[in-house]
């Protein structure tokens, strides 16, 4: 089972949101040695746990200073941004790093309704389906196939000689799954904080696959959140961060990732608990060998061809070493190399 990274640049108490971009950089350096697949980077706005807004940035960066992962964006949220422009930044960048970028693109502003305003307000209106239609656009701006007497046919998308590379769309519904499927592109399900149930999401993209030029078969990515230590009490110990910072957002309350220690002191109530029990259910937590069973069991049966792993962990040293322990549980050669 091929093993990759969502890193959300996650901002930890007691340190600047920088630290947070200079974190994912020495990760992507370490999961690069380890032998990880690729490294995705998340857009979001105005959210003091998330440092990174712009992941095409963060994409240059890092496939700057690792040499053999693919690199890509988990994604763009398309209703942000004009086609065109993504279109631009994607080719510069597989102009750039040849054959190790990926374009995930997601339908959600990934912010607030007035955050996602004040990203779009010079942004023409749209009618119906924005995202598809925008997708649409796109796809026309990488091939070129705009009809003749259309405004755009004669706009080139620099650089003209550089193809997009390979799409994916990004979900946490069916809706995703279904349109994946139905335009030949991979496919990449946010278990990590989706309701919908995964089975229907994962097996209805990969039944429903329809081939395409720009895709000959299903690819499908679970994306989920996973944390191992060498010994369950200290994968507990640093999961914990993110169970309160899951329940205080429940709350409508952001910020920082609270550190283990944070977490110990906080006066939950019996309701707290039991809320912070029922999330555990969509984490992988404990020890390689507990995490590694339950994750590929989990992955198998959704016929999955790669997962993808996110790590809320306030200690950087111990989100290195969670990874690492991730891959050698897998059976990563790299991992041992690594160590």
């Known amino acids: 089972m091929k093993l990759s990274v969502l890193d959300l640049s996650f901002v930890v108490s007691g340190s600047p949101p920088s630290a947070a971009l200079r974190a994912s950089i020495d990760l992507a350096r ?52 004009a086609p065109r422009a993504v279109a631009e930044r994607f080719r510069m960048l597989e102009a750039l790093f040849p054959g190790r970028i990926d374009l995930g693109l997601g339908r959600a502003p990934g912010t607030d309704g007035v955050t996602a305003m004040a990203l779009r307000r010079h942004h023409e209106q749209r009618g119906g389906d924005e995202f598809l239609e925008r997708l649409q656009e796109l796809v026309l701006w990488d091939t070129g196939g705009f009809p003749a007497g259309h405004p755009f046919a ?27 499927a139905q335009v030949g592109m991979g496919f990449a399900f946010a278990h990590h904080f989706a309701s919908h149930d995964a089975d229907d999401a994962m097996l209805a993209y990969r039944r429903g696959f329809t081939p395409s030029a720009r895709l000959e078969k299903p690819h499908a990515i679970l994306a989920v959140s996973a944390i191992a230590a060498d010994t369950s009490p200290e994968a507990e110990r640093l999961a914990s961060s993110q169970d309160l910072s899951w329940l205080r957002r429940e709350r409508g309350e952001f910020g920082p990732l609270p550190s283990p220690e944070e977490a110990a002191a906080f006066a939950y109530s019996d309701q707290d608990r039991e809320r912070v029990r029922r999330n ?60």
């Open 30 to 81: 370490h999961c690069d040695r380890l032998g990880y697949e690729r490294y995705w980077l998340a857009e979001h706005h105005s959210l003091p746990s998330v440092a990174s807004p712009a992941p095409e940035i963060m994409i240059g960066q890092i496939a700057a200073v690792t040499s053999r992962m693919r690199v890509g964006s988990g994604g763009i949220m398309l209703p942000n941004h």
């Open 280 to 339: 555990r259910a969509r984490m992988f937590v404990g020890t390689p060998g507990t995490v590694g069973d339950r994750l590929g069991t989990f992955a198998r049966a959704l016929e999955a061809d790669e997962i993808m792993i996110t790590s809320a962990i306030h200690d950087h040293a111990a989100r290195r070493r969670s990874y690492e322990l991730l891959s050698s549980a897998f059976g990563s050669p790299r991992a041992a190399e690594a160590a």
């Open 154 to 180: 004669r706009v080139a998308a620099m650089p003209s000689d550089v193809r997009l590379p390979p799409i994916f769309l990004l979900g946490s519904s069916g809706y995703s799954a279904r349109l994946a």
